[in-house]
């Protein structure tokens, strides 16, 4: 059970941010039939990109200790952060998140709705151990893979809690193969989510602070292979 204090932190984050306009990017992530929608905050960004908007200030007030609240975690102290957003899956706006496997090294993910506030918007994530070579192409071939894995009963899509830490591994970790992970329709509702790329050449791994987390994000999808 989320602390009240942290769920009432959630709730202000995300009243502020509303305040505020979306931005729509060139997301390579999504089926051919879908329309590019402003949909998510831009936090925090490496690179210079003068086409983006990013709330540093917010990323900074309300956002690293809200971090540090839920998982112990300095966002900035640890090298290799490259990318944070929040993102808003909602009926008209962004629906989905095909499968796909992140281009990072390690990704956190932190829901910042209650299951009750949307309705569809599971999430799927699959064992990296189960990672194949085989497991290429574009997101519409894997969405195929991950509807025959939950067919089959290797995979299970569940609605993650407000606060959990999601954490997954990327096509540029040098320790173990990434985790293949899809977002289903949103049917009706909001779904926010806090998404933190971790990616640079001096970092092989997650920290071992995530171990834990990563345990149990494995053992909630009821991996079966």
Same mark, same amino acid.
């Given at each position: 059970?989320?602390?009240?204090?942290?769920?009432?932190?959630?709730?202000?984050? /995300?009243?502020?941010?509303?305040?505020?306009?979306?931005?729509?990017?060139?997301? %390579?992530?999504?089926?051919?039939?879908?329309?590019?929608?402003?949909?998510?905050?831009?936090?925090?960004?490496?690179?210079?990109?003068?086409?983006?908007?990013?709330?540093?200030?917010? +990323?900074? /007030?309300?956002?690293?200790?809200? /971090?540090?609240?839920?998982?112990? +975690?300095?966002?900035?102290?640890?090298?290799?952060?490259?990318?944070?957003?929040?993102?808003?899956?909602?009926?008209?706006?962004?629906?989905?998140?095909?499968?796909?496997?992140?281009?990072?090294?390690?990704?956190?993910?932190?829901?910042? %709705?209650?299951? %009750?506030?949307?309705?569809?918007?599971? +999430?799927?994530?699959?064992?990296?151990?189960?990672?194949?070579?085989?497991?290429?192409?574009?997101?519409?071939?894997?969405?195929?893979?991950?509807?025959?894995?939950?067919?089959?009963?290797?995979?299970?899509?569940?609605?993650?809690?407000?606060?959990?830490?999601?954490?997954?591994?990327?096509?540029?970790?040098?320790?173990?193969?990434?985790?293949?992970?899809?977002?289903?329709?949103?049917?009706?509702?909001?779904?926010?989510?806090?998404?933190? +790329?971790?990616?640079?050449?001096?970092?092989?791994?997650?920290?071992?602070?995530?171990?834990?987390?990563?345990?149990?994000?494995?053992?909630?999808?009821? /991996?079966?292979?």
């Amino acid at each position: 059970m989320i602390d009240k204090n942290i769920k009432r932190d959630i709730k202000n984050l /995300i009243n502020i941010l509303n305040k505020y306009p979306m931005s729509g990017i060139d997301d %390579s992530v999504r089926l051919r039939d879908e329309k590019q929608e402003e949909y998510q905050w831009d936090l925090w960004l490496r690179r210079v990109d003068d086409e983006r908007v990013v709330y540093k200030e917010i +990323f900074e /007030i309300y956002v690293r200790p809200l /971090i540090y609240n839920i998982c112990n +975690f300095d966002v900035l102290r640890e090298k290799g952060l490259d990318w944070a957003f929040i993102r808003k899956y909602e009926p008209g706006g962004r629906v989905k998140l095909p499968a796909h496997f992140d281009t990072t090294c390690y990704t956190v993910n932190i829901p910042l %709705s209650d299951p %009750s506030d949307y309705e569809g918007g599971e +999430f799927l994530l699959v064992n990296n151990k189960n990672t194949i070579p085989e497991w290429i192409g574009g997101p519409d071939r894997l969405n195929l893979i991950t509807d025959d894995l939950v067919k089959n009963n290797y995979a299970s899509p569940i609605k993650p809690e407000m606060g959990d830490v999601i954490v997954l591994r990327g096509e540029n970790n040098k320790v173990a193969p990434p985790n293949l992970h899809r977002v289903y329709n949103v049917k009706k509702g909001e779904r926010y989510i806090l998404c933190l +790329f971790f990616d640079h050449p001096e970092i092989n791994d997650m920290p071992n602070i995530f171990n834990k987390y990563y345990i149990i994000v494995i053992q909630r999808f009821y /991996i079966n292979f």
